[in-house]
T-cell receptor, first 115, second 113 residues
Framework: GNSVTQMEGPVTLSEEAFLTINCTYTATGYPSLFWYVQYPGEGLQLLLK?????DKGSNKGFEATYRKETTSFHLEKGSVQVSDSAVYFCALSKRGDFTGNQFYFGTGTSLTVIP | DAGVTQSPTHLIKTRGQQVTLRCSPK?????VSWYQQALGQGPQFIFQ???????QRGNFPDRFSGHQFPNYSSELNVNALLLGDSALYLC????????????FGQGTRLTVV
């Protein structure tokens, strides 16, 4: 089956620290991989994506590389800011025949950045 | 572009009642999916609609049903509400023909008391 396992939180970092949130996946075929972010009281916002092996997704200083050999898609940022405090979800999507993408989410990692 | 819009934003219902949640997809999108996000958890796939038909379904009971209208908007209905149905319900829209990300609405917070 399809599933995503991500590092449990919560994670607390000081401003300008380096961030890594681990994510591994199990999937048949060739899924697309995503990181979504959720701020308090809001829905999900796409942070970055990668659609094939060795692709690197990047946005707002965040990066993640699609590693097929290790089935991983770890999220990294070199210097976090207070405004990065949120819950981060790793997800994969599979598109079936005659259907659209279905997303499988990890349980989320809560990040708090302190000044 | 208004993006994905959901209504209402918050809802309180009594156990045993029925509820209807609504979603308007992003302009140009023809596929709508619904997800349930319990507190502290990741979203779980409920079902997906395309061309007014349910195309995929997750592991949810028949109490959860839906509908898609000709203008691609969608409704999620939940009958015989249980306390455990309390969650954030997210609508996601996408375009069937493209292998891209889905766009999510802000969600409807349902509380069953």
């Amino acid at each position: 089956g399809n599933s995503v396992t991500q590092m449990e939180g919560p994670v607390t970092l000081s401003e300008e620290a380096f961030l890594t949130i681990n994510c591994t996946y199990t999937a048949t075929g060739y899924p697309s991989l995503f990181w979504y972010v959720q701020y308090p009281g809001e829905g999900l916002q796409l942070l970055l994506k990668a659609t094939k092996a060795d692709d690197k997704g990047s946005n707002k200083g965040f990066e993640a590389t699609y590693r097929k050999e290790t089935t991983s898609f770890h999220l990294e940022k070199g210097s976090v800011q207070v405004s990065d405090s949120a819950v981060y979800f790793c997800a994969l999507s599979k598109r079936g025949d005659f259907t659209g993408n279905q997303f499988y989410f990890g349980t989320g990692t809560s990040l708090t950045v302190i000044p | 572009d208004a993006g994905v819009t959901q209504s209402p934003t918050h809802l309180i219902k009594t156990r045993g009642q029925q509820v209807t949640l609504r979603c308007s997809p992003k302009s140009g999108h023809d596929t709508v999916s619904w997800y349930q996000q319990a507190l502290g958890q990741g979203p779980q796939f409920i079902f997906q609609y395309y061309e007014e038909e349910e195309r995929q379904r997750g592991n949810f009971p028949d109490r959860f049903s839906g509908h898609q209208f000709p203008n691609y908007s969608s409704e999620l209905n939940v009958n015989a509400l249980l306390l455990g149905d309390s969650a954030l319900y997210l609508c996601a829209s996408s375009f069937l023909g493209a292998n891209t990300e889905a766009f999510f609405g802000q969600g409807t917070r349902l509380t069953v008391v």
